[in-house]
């Protein structure tokens, strides 16, 4: 009957495919919030009484009776599973888009009496991004229109309010939507979007830390991974006449935060001879944990708060630059079309959105976020897998000094045509 298949398994004994606990399907924690579960029955009616849909991988509901089933790569041809069954569940463990192809026989019977291959043009599509923080889903939403583009799918897309109040009116053609709001039933396929930890390949073709934070999303959708500026409600009216930089100095954890303790006072004092005002965007005005607290820059203005994001876009844009760290606030800027200075040892350059003004010190510890042989920890606000505790800690940022931001400053001043001040000692 069927040729070339990988060793078949009896339906409840355990297999590379075989959901052995369906109410485990799509309940992972992942950075940011719960992804949503898939619907308990699959949304399709296939023949026989035989259900399906791709709404947790490729899945096939069988009822009682003797099987042969398979699922195909049709891309590549692979058959990727095969079993012999009475009746239930079989579920692809890769939950990332593929071409996938179901195929179900009546035991002994040459003809399936089931054939579907995915085919999403015209289909609703559910895109789950976690509730989650802002530079990721910065870096995410814009593969969402490149993938309804690409697969001419009804796409809805599941996130936070904030997020979605960002978006909705830059991308008319997607269905934006709260978690809560979300019936898994109305729903041909589903792809979740996350960061998957311990060299997770099921969620992910490729661990994301090999392939950036941003581009990781267009991997699981299966488009062009090239990154895209996200686009953003631009054109707003200057709030500020003087010339100004933005600048944010604070971050989730404190391995991101910039540990040199003069960098941002040599910084703001180079900014200020340079006849800028320097304003400070972060949300919190002081930002720590335990005995490590961060705050606004000697000579910064305060403009902290928790504001709307599309006020940060508003003064973001009529911004001269941006100088900010691994973390959201650099994104949105990223997105405002403004030159970036963006300062990590914390993550390697691919990790974020290309700048020409990336700083990264190559002479100590680094890129300990992309390291494929760590998993960050995101309960310990101090994590430094190598040097925690040791004089070594943090030397990825530590190393990054005022003299080298400066050296950006002044190319971004350059390239802008301003007077290029000689630099602060």
Not at 245 to 263: D, E, T
Not at 277 to 298: F, S
């Amino acid at each position: 009957m069927k040729t070339n298949t990988q060793k078949k398994t009896k339906q409840g004994t355990p297999g590379p495919s075989v959901a052995q606990d369906k109410k485990e399907q799509g309940q992972d924690i992942r950075r940011g919030g719960f992804h949503l579960k898939p619907p308990e029955i699959p949304t399709q009616q296939g023949p026989l009484g035989i259900r399906y849909d791709f709404n947790d991988g490729a899945r096939l509901l069988l009822p009682a009776g003797r099987w042969e089933a398979q699922i195909t790569d049709e891309d590549s041809g692979n058959i990727i599973f095969a079993c012999d069954s009475e009746g239930g569940w079989i579920v692809s463990t890769k939950k990332y888009r593929v071409r996938f192809g179901l195929r179900v026989w009546k035991a002994g019977e040459d003809k399936p009496c089931f054939e579907h291959v995915l085919s999403l043009e015209g289909k609703p599509v559910l895109i789950n991004y976690p509730v989650g923080t802002l530079g990721d889903m910065v870096g995410w939403v814009p593969y969402a229109e490149r993938f309804r583009q690409e697969s001419r799918s009804h796409v809805t897309c599941s996130m936070g309010r904030e997020i979605i109040d960002l978006f909705k009116d830059q991308y008319p053609a997607i269905d934006f939507t709260t978690p809560e709001r979300i019936d898994a039933r109305n729903y041909y396929a589903t792809y979740r979007i996350g960061l998957f930890f311990g060299g997770d390949t099921n969620n992910q073709p490729i661990d994301f830390r090999k392939v950036g934070l941003h581009r990781t999303a267009g991997y699981i959708l299966g488009v062009d991974p090239e990154e895209i500026v996200p686009a953003f409600r631009l054109g707003s009216d200057r709030q500020i006449a003087e010339p100004y930089v933005c600048i944010a100095v604070q971050a989730s954890a404190q391995p991101k935060m910039w540990n040199n303790g003069y960098g941002w006072q040599q910084v703001v004092a180079y900014l200020k001879k340079a006849g800028y005002r320097v304003l400070c965007i972060d949300r919190d005005r002081t930002w720590g944990n335990g005995y490590v607290w961060n705050h606004i820059p000697y000579g910064a203005e305060d403009f902290t708060g928790n504001h709307p994001l599309q006020e940060r876009i508003r003064l973001l844009e009529h911004a001269d630059f941006f100088i900010g760290l691994s973390s959201g606030l650099s994104w949105l800027a990223w997105g405002c079309r403004i030159p970036v200075i963006l300062i990590s040892g914390f993550t390697l350059p691919l990790c974020e959105f290309s700048t020409p003004y990336r700083v990264f010190n190559p002479h100590g510890c680094y890129g300990c976020w992309d390291d494929v042989n760590e998993n960050f920890d995101h309960k310990d606000f101090f994590w430094c897998p190598k040097h925690k505790g040791t004089d070594r800690q943090f030397e990825c940022t530590k190393l990054i000094t005022g003299k080298q931001v400066i050296g950006q400053i002044r190319r971004v001043l350059e390239k802008l045509g301003k007077t290029v001040p000689d630099e602060t000692e």
